[in-house]
């Protein structure tokens, strides 16, 4: 069993990109897997919620004034990112929304192992990606209801009861089987990091059944606004931490956090609330952030 969550986490990122083409030339086969995007997604949140320990959340006394800087500029760059790259290159109603639900989403958990990998500060990284994760069913909304706005209908109470379904309520059962069944927990969080990779292709997978037609006429458009956005997340979260003066090992975590976002609540919304393309930004972004991120980390740990 071991040797197997091993090759599943070695080549997550080849698995994606199987799993992707898969999903594009046979979406018959994936296609269907759209449905379950929601329990996938809430699979990952139990996951991150079992890994979660008291000691995750110390950082809030530690470094008050970092994860402040880090979880406002989340939410206050990436979206903002979001709206200028859909104006700039005048995005159809569907890609926008897609690109904004994107920039509106907290961090990813993908975002702990890229900063461990940089050398930056881990627990850090955790309590950012829980901060933001928890502010997320009433800031995701909101933001989004104000960026997106201008192009569809954003229902802010439909999506809230749908964040706090796929994102609280997972973690909230996952903290609590930590807390009373932890002798037995200690023994299986060693493959969870496995079942995560596992649901996150899938969710890719069905994404890019569901899109294949359309990844014809706007899949190369996608992919430069996804890779510009992700980019200028990293760049201008690295920026933001330096203007306040933290340390290399904190400007990186910050920079990876805002970077990198949890797109599978993306995906999850787009399907729930609009059309199956908005949530195309979403799976590509799943892709390419962890390139881009494996990247970073690479380049990062060698100074």
Known sequence: MSKLTQIIEDYFLVWVVVFSLGGYYYPFVFKPLVHYIPVFLGIIMFGMGITLQPSDFVVVVKYPLALVTGVVAQFAIMPLVAWILCMLFNLPALLAIGV????????????NVITYLSKG????????????????????????????????????????ISIVQVIIVPVGLGILVRLFLKQYIDRVVVMLPSVSVVAIVTIIAGITAANAHALHTVGLLAVCVVMLHNVAGLTLGYAAASLCGFDHSVRRTIAIEVGMQNSGLAVSLAIGHFEALAALPGAIFSIWHNISGSIVAWWWARR
């Open 121 to 160: 500060n881990v627990a850090l990284s955790v309590a950012m990606t829980t901060t933001s994760t928890l502010l997320s069913p009433l800031l995701t909304p909101l933001l989004t209801y104000y960026f997106a706005g201008r192009w569809v209908q954003v229902q802010v109470v439909s999506m809230f």
């Open 100 to 111: 904004i639900l994107v920039g509106t989403c907290p961090g990813g958990t993908a975002s």
